[in-house]
């Protein structure tokens, strides 16, 4: 019953910039920890970025200072603006998300992914 979409992806040439947003719908009491991972062909999923409930953020090295991860959280809404995009940065990006839902529970939540394309 409850679902993450994610959008923004696409294609840009490096240098470039995206913004990826993240939407939980459903029935959502509330949302602890959102994260943006993402995974490259014939590699591991990693994490990419986080950002608490009062907003505190923690992002991989190789994105600091590149990507900003938001949140907005009247909306259950994530966002992850990313700048100085490099060809590296090319993978599926998945959000994620610890959700209360209609069960009083907290559960982990994944999105379907949207792929992020940089060409050199």
Not at 52 to 80: E, H, M, P, Q
């Amino acid at each position: 019953q409850v679902q993450l979409v994610e959008s923004g992806g696409g294609l840009v040439q490096a240098g470039g910039s995206l913004r990826l947003s993240c939407v939980a719908s459903g029935t959502v009491f509330s949302i602890n920890d959102m994260d943006w991972y993402r995974q490259a062909p014939g590699k591991q999923r990693e994490l990419v970025a986080a950002i608490s409930v009062n907003s505190g953020t923690n992002y991989v090295d190789s994105v600091k200072g590149r990507f900003t991860i938001s949140r907005d959280n009247a909306k259950n809404t994530v966002y992850l603006e990313m700048n100085s995009l490099k060809p590296e940065d090319t993978a599926v990006y998945y959000c994620n998300a610890d959700i209360k839902d209609h069960t009083g529970r907290f559960w982990h939540y994944w999105g379907q992914g949207t792929q992020v394309t940089v060409s050199s």
